[in-house]
């Protein structure tokens, strides 16, 4: 006899078991967040290498495995050291917003008592509905 053809919902399970276990061991050696971000949800990083389509990776942000993923990245940023020598250096963007846009993140990042730079990592950090961006069909 030969085995049954897996059926999509076990290939997907596969593959979220696959991703889980990766990110848990990367997480169980204490890495800085930085290399976490990058190794795992990175734009080479494991789950874009799994997931290559937006609607893919939407539909995997739908899951559980997602959610411990960005738990884990959360509480690793919790405790950020100062970046080693040779690690990932850091980049400086200007984003052009209104006034208003502004007033709201500093009221937010007051609320959650964290700079106004951590909150706009933390919003940056989450993947998005190609749908919820202006000009992408």
Known sequence: MTAPTPTQADLAAQAHEEIRQAAEALYCHHPDWVTFYREVLGRNGLIRRIYPTLDSLAAFKQTETYQEIQRMLSELRRKTAPPLPGEEITRVI???IPKSLHEGLQAEAHQHQTSMNK????????????????GVE
């Open 94 to 96: 200007t984003v052009r």
């Open 119 to 134: 909150l706009c990592i933390s919003k940056l950090l989450q993947f998005i509905d190609h749908q919820m961006v202006p």
